[in-house]
């Protein structure tokens, strides 16, 4: 285990003023200067499993964000998907609807030319008949009265 700089620094002071009287006695010195680096071992060792364990709990933060935001994405591009999807169907949808008014739109064209015809040429029919008719009679009432 590595110490730090201020870990050695405040190692070397004295703690207390008992403690520069003692200095004579090599024995409590010791002791006391056991106790002050096993002291101070413990606070480091405290400092760095709890930056560590900041480091894991960060990680871990970061790891549920980006699957959150992977599984939003892919919920997105999922709906988005499905959009398209029904926007396509949609739109064969009303192109065989357009197609099928084309056709009947065609049929009643036809029907109505062909109605047209007829009506045109009963018309012609009716006009010829008429036109005989008039004729005939012009012509009786012109023979009666010569």
């Known amino acids: 285990l590595q110490l730090s700089d201020s870990v ?20 409590v010195n010791d002791e006391e200067l056991k106790k002050r680096i096993a002291e101070e071992l413990a606070l480091e060792r405290a400092r760095r499993d709890s930056e560590a364990q900041k480091r894991r709990l960060f990680g871990r933060l970061l790891e549920r964000e980006r699957i959150s935001s992977n599984e939003h994405l892919a919920r997105v591009i999922l709906r988005e998907r499905a959009a398209t999807e029904e ?4 739109a064969q949808r009303l192109a065989r609807q357009v197609e099928e008014k084309e056709r009947e739109l065609k049929k009643h064209d036809a029907y109505y030319k062909e109605q047209l015809a007829r009506l045109e040429e009963r018309s012609a029919q009716f006009y010829k008949v008429t036109t005989e008719q008039y004729k005939k009679a012009a012509d009786e009432v012109s023979a009666r009265f010569k």
């Open 8 to 27: 050695i620094d405040r190692m070397k002071e004295p703690s207390s003023p008992s403690g520069r009287q003692h200095r004579g006695s090599g024995a």
């Open 87 to 90: 926007e396509r169907q949609k």
